[in-house]
């Protein structure tokens, strides 16, 4: 079972930058794909980025050359996923999620950060 802790979010003005981090913890059998998810009210979630076995990244159209996400081993088995945010807009401001899914295609979740673009 993986547990996995969110960190990052706040209050930034249009055009900085936060970085958001996802700190698993727990024993885990193979993670390969990692994603981070944002949801505002009234509308479904939404993907933002992911990062699978490998490196292969991919990014939602409105994020693409702001963005960045990575990783890097956990203690243990798992994985610790970043999302370094920049050129922040308004429209970015939402609740932030990591999630995490292995090889027995068990999925986890992260706690929601949030994250408000406003001057």
């Known amino acids: 079972q993986v547990q996995l802790v969110v960190s990052g979010g706040g209050l930034v003005q249009p055009g900085g930058s936060l970085r958001l981090s996802c700190v698993a913890s727990?024993?885990?059998?193979?993670?390969?794909?990692m994603g981070w998810y944002r949801q505002v009210p009234g509308k479904q979630h939404e993907l933002v980025a992911s990062?699978?076995?490998?490196?292969?990244?991919?990014?939602?159209e409105d994020v693409q050359g702001r963005f960045i996400i990575s990783e890097d081993n956990a203690q243990g088995n798992g994985k610790n996923t970043y999302l370094q945010m920049n050129s922040l807009r308004a429209e970015d401001t939402a609740v932030y999620y990591c999630?995490?899914?292995?090889?027995?295609?068990?999925?986890?979740w992260g706690q929601g950060t949030q994250v408000t673009v406003s001057s």
């Open positions: 999630h995490e899914r292995d090889l027995l295609e068990s999925n986890y």
């Open positions: 727990g024993s885990v059998f193979g993670i390969y794909f």
């Open positions: 990062i699978s076995n490998g490196g292969r990244t991919n990014y939602a």
